[in-house]
């Protein structure tokens, strides 16, 4: 059985493209199937796990970049495999080198230019979003690589809900109003909308977003989630690169 990857139908478009996210669904009936080093899980099972995944996507493990992040506004423009330290978003306009965000309820967001071939991979938390870490990636992108806004493609893949993102009045105080909700004695916190106003702030369309429907929270069987499973938690990657 081969390890159950999430793609988009938006980056499906694109025959030039990999992408995928994990899921806990592996292969040898592992249920948990997790892919990040700083949890509690054997190294040596994540580092076999980790082949699987690429394998399954046809992506060389010699040509990956990983970033260790922590929930910065810090994006890092790539040229070769490697590891990034605090850092939570990647770009490239090289070819053959995949990019990769790790996740655990926080919205990975991959991104495609096919005019000028650039693709990304940023981390949005709600730190994150609130220091406008998709905002200071896509300007720069905008005016250092020439992004073109009319061609370019977003998918944010699965992630905490609106619903299910609970938080205490003071994180809640951070955001516009009109992204907040109040729900018993706590406050939720809509990011995916504030993360979309940001890049359609910035002139990109809204038909070139995707935003996936799947929960991490609620979905325990399928996703890793932090919130739910605590320290027992896996990780998840987000993968994006343009394949020679
Ligand atoms: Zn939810």
Same mark, same amino acid.
């Given at each position: 059985? @081969? $390890?159950? =990857? ?5 980056? /499906? ?58 929930? /910065? ?7 070769? $495999? ?11 306009? &090289? ?5 990769? #965000? ?6 990975? =967001? ?38 073109? =806004? ?8 699965? /992630? ?10 003071? #994180? ?8 907040? @909700?109040? @729900?018993? &004695? ?6 995916? &909308?504030?993360?979309? &106003? ?47």
């Amino acid at each position: 059985m @081969k $390890p159950v =990857i999430i793609k988009s139908h938006i980056l /499906s478009f694109f025959n030039e493209i990999v992408h995928g996210i994990s899921t806990r669904v592996g292969s040898v009936n592992d249920s948990n199937f997790n892919l990040g080093i700083n949890s509690n899980s054997n190294k040596e099972v994540i580092y076999n796990n980790r082949k699987i995944f690429f394998k399954t996507l046809n992506i060389n493990e010699n040509l990956v970049v990983y970033q260790q992040q922590v929930h /910065s506004n810090r994006y890092q423009l790539v040229e070769a $495999p490697g590891f990034i330290k605090e850092n939570d978003a990647l770009i490239t306009v &090289q070819e053959n080198l995949f990019l990769i #965000v790790t996740i655990a309820d926080c919205i990975p =967001i991959l991104f495609y230019d096919k005019s000028n071939r650039i693709t990304g991979a940023i981390h949005a938390g709600w730190r994150g979003t609130y220091s406008k870490i998709v905002l200071n990636t896509i300007e720069f992108a905008i005016s250092k690589l020439s992004l073109d =806004i009319n061609n370019t493609y977003f998918y944010f893949g699965p /992630s905490i809900c609106a619903n299910c993102f609970e938080v205490d009045e003071d #994180v809640a105080n951070l955001f516009e109003p009109r992204f907040v @909700k109040k @729900k018993n &004695q706590k406050f939720t916190v809509d990011l995916q &909308q504030i993360n979309l &106003q940001y890049l359609l702030d910035l002139g990109i369309k809204k038909n070139n977003i995707q935003i996936s429907k799947l929960c991490t929270f609620e979905l325990n069987q399928l996703l890793h989630s932090y919130r739910r499973d605590k320290e027992k938690s896996g990780r998840m990657f987000g993968v994006i690169g343009i394949r020679k």
